[in-house]
């Protein structure tokens, strides 16, 4: 009997943003593996037009296939219908099933740009020269100042703590071992805390070939077990064969650090799991 952490995947992507998939191909993909939860969570509505967000109709579209879903596989699959919120968006996140709160922009200050800090080096760059003065820390001290607002509205999840990493392998734009950076996170992390946020371990960076760790750090999570956090484990599925990917390893780095459980979000909400 696989572990319950195995059988639960909630931070997936579908064509109805910027996945790969149609929901009913995820579906399908889900029954198949065997798992148990299926959550959907489309990027959110944003009124600034950020690329890969849901328009209103296409939200409305989504909302739609994953009620016909949910009733197909009643008794098969249990499908969940939440969002991954964006801090730009303009969307009430009660509405759905669960929500994952994510910061993926930096507003620039002095041009007034939304920056996109985990794709393109290019528009990381532009945002770092723009608006930051030409520093790096700078930019990921306000990353982590707009994921310490994610965290204060309580989201079900606090999605990939770190993103701003995302694009920074060999410490190309900012220095991840730098005094700043640390005490930027810190700060976030224990906004985190205080809200009693549920922190993702997401293997995506991993699955896309950008890191070679997870969203977030070993350090990071060594510091969320200090503060008592609980994790869930996610993948950040754009196509279906990622359902799952790295939760093993994951799983087995969270033992290594110390932490007794993980939490496995299902139909009832968060259920504990042993490692
Ligand atoms: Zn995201
Ligand atoms: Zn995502």
């Known amino acids: ?19 790969k998939n149609t929901p009913e191909e995820m579906a399908v993909t889900a029954w198949k593996q065997g798992l148990r939860t299926l959550g959907f969570s489309g990027h959110s509505h944003t009124p600034c037009d ?23 596989y009643a008794g098969k699959l249990d499908i969940l219908c939440g969002i991954e919120w964006d801090l730009y968006s303009d969307e009430d996140p009660a509405g759905y099933d669960y929500w994952i709160g994510s910061a993926h922009y930096l507003h620039g200050p002095k041009t007034g740009k939304y920056y996109e800090i985990d794709w393109r ?3 990381l760059a532009a945002c770092i020269r723009d608006d930051f003065d030409g520093d790096g820390l700078a930019a990921a001290e306000q990353y982590f100042a707009n994921v310490a607002a994610v965290a204060a509205k309580k989201p079900t999840i606090l999605g990939h703590f770190d993103l701003i990493k995302k694009i920074n392998a060999g410490n190309k734009f900012f220095d991840e071992d730098s ?3 640390k005490s930027a996170a810190y700060a976030a992390l224990v906004a985190a805390a205080r809200s009693r946020c549920v922190l993702e371990v997401n293997t995506s960076g991993v699955y896309r070939g950008f890191r070679s760790d997870y969203f977030p750090g070993e ?6 077990l200090a503060l008592s956090g609980n994790v869930v ?3 950040d599925a754009h196509d279906a064969k990622a359902l799952t990917f790295g939760f093993e390893p994951a799983a087995g780095l969270l033992k290594d650090l110390g932490y007794g459980k993980v939490l ?9 799991c042993a490692l």
């Open 121 to 123: 080096e290019e528009d």
């Open 50 to 72: 950020l690329e890969y967000c849901m328009t209103q109709s296409r939200t409305a579209l989504y909302k739609a296939q994953v009620e016909k879903l949910k009733e197909r």
């Open 1 to 19: 009997m696989a572990a319950e952490y195995l059988l639960s995947s909630v931070h997936v992507h579908t064509k109805l943003c910027d996945g």
């Open 179 to 181: 005094e700043r950076y």
């Open 219 to 224: 350090e990071i999570l060594k510091e969320w």
């Open 233 to 235: 484990l996610t993948a």
């Open 264 to 272: 496995v979000l299902g139909r009832d909400g968060f259920v504990p």
